[in-house]
């Protein structure tokens, strides 16, 4: 059974530490999405990854980095934990190509106190 | 103005009861997709579609792509049902996500 594994399903951090995030798939797929989910906005896009080595900035990037040093695995990481980035991180991955669907991760849940 | 709108944003419907969530855009796309999201938070993909419609047991999606509409219909609703719906727009490797739609079935 193909899947997407997030480290973490329920995250507790304090305001100003340096948080991961870790995304592991094991599809060989080629894309890699990192989204935040909010009540009332979906889900936003904060970085993506087409390759290894390789990412671009989504439409929530400020805050946030990632690292991809491995093609199965994709890490977000939240440089100085604030308090508004408590939200629902969800990773997702893809084959390239128009045909082809996401498959999503179970999500963690962070919570910045 | 969000390029993905569903609608309703909440729903509650008695078991039983037949179901339709809406979703409207405004991106030219390749294809759409219908997901699942259950309390707890796992996205399941139920539908991909680029025209006509599909089914799958008693769900049912459908597409105008000359209107820019999708449809998701649940038939027989059951309390298991209960989750949140969300429509997203993919074009090539962009995905678009709709703010997602609430349903709770009541037994």
């Known amino acids: 059974d193909v899947k997407v594994t997030q480290s973490s399903r329920y995250l507790v951090k304090r305001t100003g530490e340096k948080v991961f995030l870790e995304c592991v798939q094991d599809m060989d797929h080629e894309n890699m999405f990192w989204y935040r989910q909010d009540p009332g906005l979906g889900l936003r896009l904060i970085y993506f990854s087409y390759d290894v080595k390789m990412k671009e900035k989504g439409d929530i990037p400020e805050g946030y980095s990632v690292s991809r040093e491995k093609k199965e695995r994709f890490s977000l990481i939240l440089e100085s934990a604030s308090t508004n980035q408590t939200s629902m991180y969800l990773c997702?991955?893809?084959?390239?190509?128009?045909?082809?669907?996401?498959?999503f991760g179970s999500g963690t849940r962070l919570t910045v106190v | 103005k969000n390029e993905v709108e569903q609608s309703p944003q909440n729903l509650t419907a008695q078991e039983g009861e037949f179901i339709t969530i809406n979703c409207s855009y405004s991106?030219?796309?390749?294809?759409l997709h219908w997901l699942q999201q259950h309390p707890g938070g796992g996205i399941v993909s139920l539908f991909m579609l680029s025209s006509g419609k599909k089914k799958h047991g008693r769900l049912i999606a459908t597409i105008n792509i000359q209107e820019k509409h999708s449809s998701l219909h649940i038939t027989a609703s059951h309390p298991r049902d209960s989750a949140v719906y969300i429509c997203a727009a993919l074009n090539n490797n962009d995905m678009r996500f709709g703010a997602g739609t609430r349903l709770t079935v009541k037994p």
């Open positions: 991106v030219g796309i390749s294809a």
């Open positions: 997702a991955s893809s084959l390239t190509g128009q045909t082809y669907g996401y498959t």
